[in-house]
């Protein structure tokens, strides 16, 4: 994996930075590395290689989470899914779709036991 | 042809009509799809900005299609590349161990066998049959978001061109409809910066669609939940920010469903009451 030269090139071609979000010389210098697309054309344009995925990530466990990112985590470790679930089966058997199989919540719970949310 | 579709919690929760519409345009496609919900969330963009424990959840969707004997269908940008990375990760054996006895602890293994394609991937390799199956061509024209995470990071995907995809368009062209050149097609939609700044997610989705329809677009073609999310759940913030930026969504099954000659109720096309200007 490739060092940063804070050649600029990530930035260039951010949706975030394009629309206002503060950043330095490469979108991994900035204070809020969550307003992000996920686009990583950030990846792509780097000249270095950079694991801009991994270093994204990791920045991001060491800053506060914003309420959105709590909100999906906490779904996700409660029930499985990303979003709520309720209702979706009466809304599915309405057009003829087969029902979820809801996960067990022991079995989030074993898979995702060091996720903490403080 | 046997396949598993991974639908994901966004087409779950909220659009019905992708799920129907692929189903039924992957069948006259020669697929199998068998009727499989267990799945649970590819960790998306939540668990790894929280930890590296996001693996052994998309590991475990691995899994349970391994049990199946069955390759993946994705829906979703996002998705694809989550489950796509895990199984590149899996490639280590040491991490491969860890992971299985995290997965055996729910009485599953993972051997790293399940083949992960998002939808535009298999209809890619199938254009002879689409070309075959379409009865009524389009009169329409239409422009294209192309799923970002699809093809980025291309290092995940393996897939297509990551910053000017083709495979949309080749396969668009093949229902007749006209494909609209429009200044920001390449950009992302930019729905998940909806999470932290809806003013950013809106003010992106209403660029992108006004560009689209200053182009003459009658439509925009997805194929990814989270671009619809943008596009047509957001659509009245997004009109009260931009009046020309008013655009129906089509999900891309819809569009090549339409061109097989299949009714509306097949298609989920009242769903969303998606009405064609
Ligand atoms: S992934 Fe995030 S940081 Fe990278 S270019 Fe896209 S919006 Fe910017
Ligand atoms: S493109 Fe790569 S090398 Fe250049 S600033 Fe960004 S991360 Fe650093």
Redo the contacts with the bound molecule.
């Keep these: 994996m490739g060092e940063?030269?804070?050649?600029?090139?990530?930035?260039h071609v951010c949706i975030a930075f394009k629309r206002g979000v503060a950043t330095g010389?490469?979108?991994?210098e900035r204070e809020d590395r969550f307003t992000c697309a996920g686009c990583w054309k950030?990846i792509e344009?780097?000249?270095?290689g950079?694991d801009?995925y991994s270093l994204m990530m990791e920045a991001r466990r060491r800053g506060r989470l914003p309420d959105s990112f709590r909100m999906g985590v906490k779904y996700i470790l409660d029930t499985g899914y990303a979003m709520p679930m309720r209702g979706v089966n009466a809304i599915r058997k309405m057009y003829g779709m087969g029902a979820i199989r809801k996960v067990k919540p022991e079995v989030v719970k074993k898979l995702l036991r060091d996720v903490e949310l403080d | 042809m046997e396949r598993l579709l991974y639908l994901g919690c966004m087409v779950y929760n909220r659009f019905p009509d992708y799920e129907l519409s692929a189903k039924v345009v992957l069948s006259k496609l020669g697929f199998k799809l068998r009727d499989f919900h267990e799945f649970a969330c590819c960790s998306s963009t939540f668990i790894p900005s929280v930890s590296d424990a996001w693996i052994y959840l998309a590991a475990y969707n691995l899994a349970l299609a391994e049990r199946r004997g069955l390759d993946i269908i994705s829906l979703c940008g996002t998705c694809t590349s989550m489950l796509k990375r895990a199984n590149l990760m899996l490639e280590d054996e040491k991490l491969k161990e860890k992971v299985n006895s995290r997965l055996a602890e729910v009485g599953l293994s993972y051997s790293g066998s399940v083949v992960v394609s998002h939808l535009l991937e298999v209809l890619k390799e199938k254009e002879a049959s689409i070309r075959a199956n379409v009865t009524r061509p389009l009169n329409l024209r239409v422009a294209l978001q192309h799923p970002c995470n699809v093809f980025r990071p291309s290092e995940v995907a393996r897939f297509d061109n990551p910053f000017k995809p083709k495979a949309m368009r080749e396969i668009v062209a093949l229902t007749g409809a006209e494909i609209v050149d429009y200044a920001m097609e390449y950009e992302c939609c930019g729905s998940t910066l909806l999470l932290t700044s809806k003013t950013m997610g809106i003010s992106s989705g209403a660029d992108k669609l006004a560009s689209a329809r200053e182009a003459g677009a009658q439509a925009i073609i997805v194929s990814c939940g989270n671009c619809a999310y943008l596009f047509d759940r957001h659509q009245e913030d997004i009109r009260k920010l931009e009046a020309k930026a008013e655009l129906p969504t089509l999900f891309l099954p819809q569009l090549i469903g339409m061109a097989f000659g299949l009714s509306r109720e097949e298609l989920g096309l009242d769903i969303r009451r998606v009405e064609l200007g």
């Design positions: 940063c030269n804070r050649c600029g090139a990530c930035k010389a490469s979108v991994l950030c344009a780097c000249p270095e950079v801009i």
